[in-house]
């Protein structure tokens, strides 16, 4: 199998290098190694180094000293983010200073393309942000468990809010009667929360149920309404 510029790049940093990029030590990050290797490498494959070291931390010492690591390296992105964007606007304005903002026929197209257009399709993933204690969050999770089912391709993570424990999530999607054969596949993962909420939505107002979609690099928040997002799809 032909490696990646990408794969070749990680593989080729040192432990000490990968550990100090997420600001951990050489222990810390022996630690992440091994809890990826277990159970969490499961449940969250994705998960980044310091919020599963955070998730699995034993004491709130520990915690905390993980979420100071994970708000730096937030506040840092988000500024350079921020510092990246403000510069694109401005090359925008300077090489097209009689471009209206929008263009409204193009919106219009968009818009009405957009109410033919199925809310997922294969090749996408659902993300579902719930807590263990919502029924709008059960009847989400089991509608769209039976949508990763009929379309193939389609990828659902649920991520769990609060201080929960393992045996708790677990416990939820067996009362819920999540199909087992699809988190073997892996298209169907239970994970911590871990701040992901805050993280892709950045509006503290949000309230579980909340669903995401995921499609490339671009995310959108759906509808978390099974019977709405049943009529989107054309279905009744």
């Avoid at 840092?76 to 903002?101: G, S």
């Avoid at 009847?139 to 659902?156: F, I, T």
């Avoid at 995921?214 to 509808?223: K, N, Q, S």
């Amino acid at each position: 199998m032909e490696q990646t510029p990408i794969q070749r790049s990680t593989s080729s940093l040192t432990t000490t290098e990968q550990a100090s990029r997420w600001g951990l030590t050489l222990e810390d990050w022996a630690q992440y190694q091994s809890l990826m290797t277990g159970p969490r490498g499961i449940w969250s494959p994705n998960l980044d180094p310091v919020t599963a070291l955070g998730v699995n931390a034993d004491t709130d010492t520990e915690r905390r000293r993980y979420a100071e690591i994970l708000v730096r390296l937030e506040r840092e992105r988000t500024m350079r983010e921020l510092a990246f964007e403000k510069v694109v606007q401005q090359v925008k304005r300077e090489l097209y200073p009689n471009e209206p903002l929008l263009d409204l026929e193009k919106l219009k197209t968009l818009l009405e393309a957009r109410t033919r257009e199925p809310p997922y399709r294969a090749g996408d993933c659902i993300l579902l942000l719930v807590n263990l204690d919502c029924g709008a969050c059960d009847r989400l999770a089991q509608y769209l468990a039976s949508e990763v089912q009929s379309l193939p391709g389609l990828q659902l993570d649920v991520y769990v809010v609060g201080g929960v424990r393992d045996e708790d999530i677990e416990a939820w999607a067996t009362r819920l009667k999540l199909p087992q054969a699809l988190v073997q596949q892996g298209r169907l993962t239970l994970n911590h929360d871990g701040d992901t909420l805050s993280r892709l939505t950045r509006d503290p107002a949000l309230t579980v149920p909340v669903l995401i979609r995921a499609r490339g690099e671009a995310f959108e928040i759906l509808p978390s309404d099974p019977i709405v997002l049943a009529r989107w799809n054309g279905r009744r």
